[in-house]
């Protein structure tokens, strides 16, 4: 599938709850307009601190109200593979910060098997990729994502793809297992790039100055090998939304204010 990538766009909030009120603020806009089009949504979410924190202020806004979230569904771009009720696990976040806040129908919500309901990360990663197929089209195995939120690890990982890994070179799958992963919990499954890479829009939503440098990095160009989040692209749209203490390293003319 032939892909034109846009420039990667900045947007820089003072700090990182502002940040995320912000984010939550253009997610739900987005959603409302797409819902009152009568448009099927797909978003894949991230987990970690921020990504929890978006999904928090989102499901705190009165705006949620106006999504019709019968047709929005809900991905995840990695989770981490322990048992469903462990408090490590993304989707009990997402849960606790907004799935449990709107009327979202279950069968729109596209979780991750955890360890306790799948034997191995294989068949976890076997088992989403069919759910994503499900959802495809004679082009690609997958559905087509509007938005797909990341967070950036300092070392400049994105989902669980870390840096000098396999899992990142993959092209010919679309869920893959990671062991041994070099932030805990250590068995992970991730979506791979190709599937990240599909998205309309691809939202990074960076917080905290120990990511600057990563930040840094990936907007400068860096190989995707080493700095996974520089190899993260949207088809229509690339956007790092970054608060201040991230934006140490931002070149002054990728920043787009009024995004």
Not at 70 to 84: K, M, P, R
């Amino acid at each position: 599938m032939a892909q034109m990538w846009t420039e990667k766009r900045v947007v820089i909030s003072p700090d990182a709850p502002t940040l995320a009120s912000a984010v939550a603020d253009r997610l739900l806009s987005r959603l409302t307009r797409r819902s009152i089009a009568g448009k099927t949504t797909h978003i894949a979410l991230a987990g970690g601190q921020i990504g929890t924190a978006v999904l928090r202020a989102a499901g705190q806004s009165p705006r949620r109200a106006d999504v019709d979230w019968s047709l929005v569904h809900i991905w995840w771009g990695d989770e981490v593979f322990t048992a469903t009720e462990d408090a490590a696990r993304h989707e009990r976040a997402a849960r606790e910060a907004l799935l449990d806040r709107i009327d979202v129908p279950a069968e729109n919500v596209h979780v991750i098997s955890g360890s306790d309901r799948i034997d191995d990360p294989d068949a976890a990663a076997s088992a989403y990729a069919d759910a994503l197929a499900r959802f495809g089209s004679a082009e690609q195995a997958w559905p087509e994502f509007y938005v797909c939120f990341l967070g950036v690890g300092s070392d400049g990982h994105v989902a669980s793809l870390f840096p000098d890994r396999g899992e990142i070179q993959v092209t010919d799958r679309t869920v893959v297992a990671v062991r041994e992963a070099p932030k805990p919990p250590a068995v992970r499954v991730t979506m791979t790039r190709p599937v990240i890479n599909s998205a309309r829009c691809v939202w990074l939503v960076v917080s905290g100055m120990d990511k600057a440098a990563a930040l840094g990095l990936a907007l400068a160009g860096a190989s995707y090998e080493t700095v996974p989040a520089a190899g993260a692209k949207g088809r229509k749209k690339t956007m790092f939304f970054v608060d201040e203490a991230a934006a140490a390293n931002v070149p002054g003319e990728l920043i787009d204010q009024d995004f």
